[in-house]
């Protein structure tokens, strides 16, 4: 079956909203964090892990080495892959991961990546005993507990760690892997504070920490910063475009441009590399209808 091609008002339009996209684009968001990695050369990427886990952590970590970005950990059983933003190593070779996650967090990713993690850290053919200690940090601006209404950071506060409590006695038992969410709502006066500051800021010259307001001047300024964006943003809309658009022709043009807005919008939260916000805007569809795909993919 024939694709129809786009117009060269589509694409005007597509260009001036992915323009737009760029230029609300913060490091809070999952493509904006990403990009900025994706521009860091080795040394860069390892303080910026050094930077995101001291502040976070409260403590003196690392140096850290051998820093990437969307490293494909171990997948079991056919698990859906687990690609953290950021992972490396400390000086004693403990595992560390940091990646953001927008506006909520899906019921079960906490346990099956922090699953990811510890297998990661399990040398093949040695006893548990050898478990190599591992730290999951999450930046996010989710408010609710996943799967429940209740509060994920009370009274506001930065950090909530996870850990395991006997509920009967309230012991906490010793523990390989630390997990660390973070409160990018956080407007404290701070050090946390600033961070959370500077991952919703728009505007590089207004962010605090020079390494990031660094990093966010060639995610919005530079051509490779554009291109950067482009090849994961473009690709998705594109690709959901062409394919709504093969389903729609028989059912007319407008069934088939809604049809293909939702397929984009569909692969996009799929991708778990945008906000809803973000979807609602590219694709042109309303914020209750990206609400209610992203409740028919979790169903």
Request: glycine share 8%; with cysteine.
């Amino acid at each position: 079956m024939p694709v129809k091609k786009r117009s060269d008002h589509e694409m005007e339009s597509f260009e001036q909203r992915l323009e737009e996209y760029r230029r609300k684009l913060t490091l809070k968001t999952d493509v904006g964090f990403r990009v900025a990695g994706r521009l860091c050369s080795g040394p860069e990427l390892e303080q910026l892990m050094n930077l995101l886990a001291d502040v976070i952590t409260g403590r003196k970590t690392g140096p850290f080495h051998d820093v990437q970005t969307q490293k494909d950990l171990i997948t079991v059983t056919g698990a859906k892959s687990v690609e953290p933003d950021l992972f490396g190593n400390d000086e004693e070779d403990g595992i560390w991961c940091a990646e953001v996650q927008n506006e909520s967090i899906e019921a079960g990713r906490i346990e099956v990546e922090r699953a990811h993690l510890v297998l990661n850290g399990l040398p093949g053919g040695k006893p548990y005993s050898c478990l190599k200690k591992s730290h999951m940090i999450w930046m996010t601006d989710a408010i609710h507990i996943p799967g429940t209404g209740r509060p994920l950071f009370p009274d506001g506060q930065p950090v909530v760690r996870l850990e395991t409590v006997d509920s009967a006695t309230s012991r906490r038992f010793p523990d390989r892997t630390e997990v660390i969410l973070f409160n990018l709502r956080y407007k404290g006066n701070s050090k946390r504070g600033d961070l959370a500051h500077d991952f919703r800021e728009t505007d590089p010259k207004k962010m605090k920490n020079p390494l990031l307001r660094e990093l966010m001047q060639r995610v919005k300024c530079t051509e490779k910063g554009e291109m950067e964006m482009c090849e994961l943003t473009r690709q998705i809309f594109q690709d959901g475009k062409t394919e709504g658009i093969q389903e729609g022709i028989q059912e007319g043009i407008q069934k088939g441009e809604i049809r293909s807005s939702r397929k984009t919008a569909g692969k996009m939260l799929r991708k778990g590399l945008y906000s809803l916000q973000d979807i609602a805007e590219l694709t042109s569809l309303s914020l209750s209808e990206v609400r209610r795909l992203q409740a028919e993919l979790n169903s």
